[in-house]
T-cell receptor
Framework: NAGVTQTPKFQVLKTGQSMTLQCAQD?????MYWYRQDPGMGLRLIYY???????DKGEVPNGYNVSRSTTEDFPLRLLSAAPSQTSVYFC??????????????????FGAGSRLTVL | RKEVEQDPGPFNVPEGATVAFNCTYS??????FFWYRQDCRKEPKLLMS???SGNEDGRFTAQLNRASQYISLLIRDSKLSDSATYLC??????????FGKGTTLSVSS
């Protein structure tokens, strides 16, 4: 099934551990994004990649790292996990990063989410 | 100040009711707008785009008011299956999408 695949779906970490959340899309989208969602805070952008080889910080990038070496993959690395990083993480992709309505196909498609708990 | 603001609700309505949500955006340069729907513990999914002239999709109507910088979503004849959180989204050229915190709707029988 075409779409955005995130792994793992659930993860428990101890403070100070590092890990990588994987994200892959098979829709040949140029742009990919990582959001986190916390109760009462809504979706907040962590990092995004407008196209392969480029990445940019979003609203809450501290404590995370990303890379975009292929069109399909956009992994999110937690460098040293902290309890404040307990959250639901969503990866998303779109045809272009500029969401101006030039095409009905240019919408954001999300993965199913990764639930991370840091103890 | 959050760029996109919504009343979190919850809005509790009976089946068959009409309900409307508003969302305000602070950046007058915002050019495209959307409503996403998010079911409990699921990923957000696009409900509808919001066009300047307003648009309708079945029981759902979206409106944009640029002068007052708000968008609205009207749901007619509410169904139990409409229970969800509705996310307002805006962006300007050259930026990623900014999501509101969402408005929770609960439709009861």
């Amino acid at each position: 099934n075409a779409g955005v695949t995130q792994t793992p779906k659930f993860q428990v970490l101890k403070t100070g551990q590092s890990m990588t959340l994987q994200c892959a899309q098979d829709m040949n989208h140029n742009s990919m994004y990582w959001y986190r969602q916390d109760p009462g805070m809504g979706l907040r952008l962590i990092y995004y990649s407008a196209s392969e080889g480029t990445t940019d910080k979003g609203e809450v990038p501290n404590g995370y790292n990303v890379s975009r070496s292929t069109t399909e993959d956009f992994p999110l690395r937690l460098l040293s996990a902290a309890p404040s990083q307990t959250s639901v993480y969503f990866c998303a992709s779109s045809l272009y990063w500029d969401q101006i309505l030039t095409s009905g196909a240019n919408v954001l498609t999300f993965g199913a989410g990764s639930r991370l708990t840091v103890l | 100040r959050k760029e996109v603001e919504q009343d979190p609700g919850p809005f509790n309505v009976p089946e068959g009711a009409t309900v409307a949500f508003n969302c305000t955006y602070s950046n007058s340069a915002s050019q495209s707008f959307f409503w996403y729907r998010q079911d409990c513990r699921k990923e957000p999914k696009l409900l509808m785009s919001v066009y300047s002239s307003g648009n309708e999709d079945g029981r759902f109507t979206a409106q944009l008011n640029r002068a007052s910088q708000y968008i609205s979503l009207l749901i007619r004849d509410s169904k139990l299956s409409d229970s969800a959180t509705y996310l307002c989204v805006a962006n300007q050229a050259g930026t990623a999408l900014i999501f509101g915190k969402g408005t929770t709707l609960s439709v009861s029988s």
